[in-house]
DNA sequence: GTTGAGCGTT
């Protein structure tokens, strides 16, 4: 059985439409700028998002696109793939990740701040999805089964 | 302005 939110990106080497560029193969010194006149040509853009090293602070040679209409994504794809920016030939696709998610509503699901429970957040980031969010309860993540057995094999200390 | 497959939390 396959999962709504697979069959809703699709799989990596064919996703499907969606408001969400992802470019590769960009040259390091292309900036958000730059990707903002090429692209919002085909359509009102929602944000642009170049991805850079945490370390160095260099683009990692990528980038995702929003766009404001689907129908712009995809106009935009078809015509902008291949396309040579910076000396770089450009690939377009539909995004298959959606990194930077929309403010949800209560708690916070992103990485923790401060140490506590980041076995919880750790596994969830990473599944989290803007379209498949619900409060339902999961089944623990193997960090916090890790976590839990780990602590039961300390003897409880009585006072 | 190293390079060059890549789907991300500045």
Not at 104 to 110: A, E, L, S, V
Not at 144 to 151: G, K, L, N, P
Request: glycine share 8%.
């Amino acid at each position: 059985p396959i999962s709504r939110r697979r069959r809703h990106i699709g799989n990596r080497s064919n996703p499907n439409p969606n408001n969400c560029l992802g470019v590769f193969g960009l040259s390091l010194y292309t900036t958000e700028r730059e990707l903002r006149e090429v692209f919002s040509r085909y359509g009102p853009l929602a944000g642009i998002n170049v991805v850079y090293d945490q370390r160095t602070g260099r683009s990692r040679g990528f980038a995702f696109v929003y766009f404001e209409n689907v129908e712009d994504s995809k106009e935009a794809k078809e015509r902008a793939n291949g396309m040579e920016l910076d000396g770089r030939r450009i690939r377009v696709d539909y995004s298959i990740t959606k990194r930077p998610h929309t403010p949800t509503p209560g708690i916070y699901m992103g990485r923790p701040t401060t140490v506590g429970s980041s076995h919880y957040n750790d596994y969830y980031s990473d599944r989290y999805d803007d379209r498949d969010y619900s409060y339902r309860r999961r089944s623990p993540s193997p960090y916090y089964r890790r976590y839990r057995s780990r602590s039961r094999s300390y003897t409880p200390r009585r006072y």
